[in-house]
């Protein structure tokens, strides 16, 4: 029998398990196959609800659902954190027992080196999980007058349109409640620019204008000054705050490093085609968790959690793998409360904005109760089979 172990819960991991279970169920039936997904989360998170918690667009208990519940027939979960992964002998090792594989696919995401930035964490806010989003929510809706600041503090991050979401929902939320005049909003970016391509940021660059939103390129920041409130960049310049959001330092997952396998980083280095594992052809890393220059974001774990579970399911039935991935990747942008883009890209794309609309805004919101039953476990495909 062969074993194909998935390593960790997120978007791209559970899409992959439940792929490869719709592909290779009858091995599994005959008991050729075994999928197992090893992570120790109890939950499973939309970890795009987390932004919309803080306006009020999304319930928090909206954003998550038991991890069991979210995984196709044919996949045993196994509900342990890994603690190491042994490429060249073909083992995992979590914290009660070894798995043997004969294929993994490396889910893990990313991690927060709040440490990279002195005073960070205890003078920010922010929201890449539940909880942080939960703090965010009620700060703001304590907040009556001052200045944010919006900020990202290092690259890459994962899901590159968040900074944006959120400047321009903080604009429209103060415009609700009547206190936009009273509130000074500035968006901190370490670029030269407002997002990583030139065309999107200069669209970007203009809704601030039209929106009166002040904006600092280039700033990187270097520590928070908590007693002065102030952001501090490496070239000493420095910018004052009453309120402060900033998108944190994004590192490998502790896993990875652990596990000595990824760069000084803690990213995987994989083919940017195969999604293998440089050096391993048994072996693939999907979303987050790869050293890979296209956005990290949910819709592209998902796509890349397609593109492996096929190759191993050709490899498994006796084929060539040829399926690759082409760099491809979607975001519903929301643009404000009432309206939002949509931006694509892949390898040969450069990333295009669409035109901000009511329609976009509405899919967005379609798009967060369908993507339990779209995206992260994937039933049309498995009737289709």
Known sequence: MKTVAIVGGGSGGVSAANHLASKLRREIEDKLVRIVLVEGSKRHYYQPGFLEIVFDLMPQQATYRNMDR?????????SEYATMIDLKNHFIKTERQKIDFDYIVIATGASY??????????????????????ELKTAL???????ILMGVSSMPYKCTPAPLEAVFLLNDYF????IRNDVEIEYIYPIPMAFPDKGVSDVALKMFE????????????????????????EDGDRTRFDLAIVTPPHVGN????????GDKMGWLTVDNLTLNIKGYENAYAIGDATNLQVSKAGSVADAEAIVVSERISQAIEGYEPVSTYDGSGGALMITGIGSASMLTSSYTQKPIMMPESYAFYWIKLIYNNLYWNMTAKPVLNEVIQ
């Open 70 to 78: 979210m995984l196709t027939k044919g996949i045993a979960l196994i």
């Open 254 to 261: 502790k896993l990875i490093v652990d596990s000595k396998i």
């Open 141 to 147: 809706n304590h907040f009556k007058s001052g200045k």
């Open 113 to 134: 080196n709040y440490d990279a930035v002195p005073g960070l964490e205890s003078g920010t806010y922010n929201f890449y999980n539940l909880d942080k989003a939960l």
């Open 210 to 233: 039209d929106k009166g939103i002040k904006s600092k390129l280039g700033f990187r920041l270097k520590y928070v000054d908590n007693d002065s409130h102030e952001f501090v960049s």
């Open 175 to 178: 415009k609700k409640r009547g």
